[in-house]
Nanobody, 123 residues
Framework: VQLQASGGGLVQAGGSLRLSCAASGRRFTINDMGWYRQALGKQCELVARATSGGTTNYADSVKGRFTISRDNAKNTVDLQMNSLKPEDTVVYLC??????????????????WGQGTQVTVSS
C-alpha cells in the first residue's frame, strides 16, 4: 500500500490548511488512518486518528482546531487545520493500517506511512 499526501504549505497564524492523503495498491483494505507530526530530532506524535467506523481521537493540542475525516470508499483521509499556530510548524505524515492479500492468498498486515508534508505557520 502506498500513501500519497498533499496540501502542506505556508500560512499565517490563525489561518487554515487542509492536508489530504490517499492510499493505493492491490487487493487491500484499510483499517485505521491518521495523521502524525514530527519535529526534527523529536519523536513522532499523534495528531489525529480515525477508525474505519468513524471513531476519531485527537491530540489535546489540536482539539477544537483540527478535524480529521475519511472517505472509506476512496481510501482517503483529510486533516482540516484551522486556527493554526506557529507551534504547529512541523512535518506532517499520514499513516494507514492495512490488510493486503498476496498472490498466494496470504493476508499481510502493515503499517504504512506517507512521505510527509511540511506545514509552516508564520507569526
Amino acid at each position: 500500500v502506498q500513501l500519497q499526501a498533499s496540501g502542506g504549505g505556508l500560512v499565517q497564524a490563525g489561518g487554515s490548511l487542509r492536508l489530504s492523503c490517499a492510499a493505493s495498491g492491490r487487493r487491500f483494505t484499510i483499517n485505521d488512518m491518521g495523521w502524525y507530526r514530527q519535529a526534527l530530532g523529536k519523536q513522532c506524535e499523534l495528531v489525529a486518528r480515525a477508525t474505519s467506523g468513524g471513531t476519531t481521537n485527537y491530540a489535546d493540542s489540536v482539539k477544537g482546531r483540527f478535524t480529521i475525516s475519511r472517505d472509506n470508499a476512496k481510501n482517503t483521509v483529510d486533516l482540516q487545520m484551522n486556527s493554526l499556530k506557529p507551534e504547529d510548524t512541523v512535518v506532517y505524515l499520514c499513516e494507514a493500517d492495512s490488510l493486503s492479500w498476496t498472490d498466494d492468498g496470504s493476508l499481510v498486515a502493515a503499517r504504512n506511512w506517507g512521505q510527509g508534508t511540511q506545514v509552516t505557520v508564520s507569526s
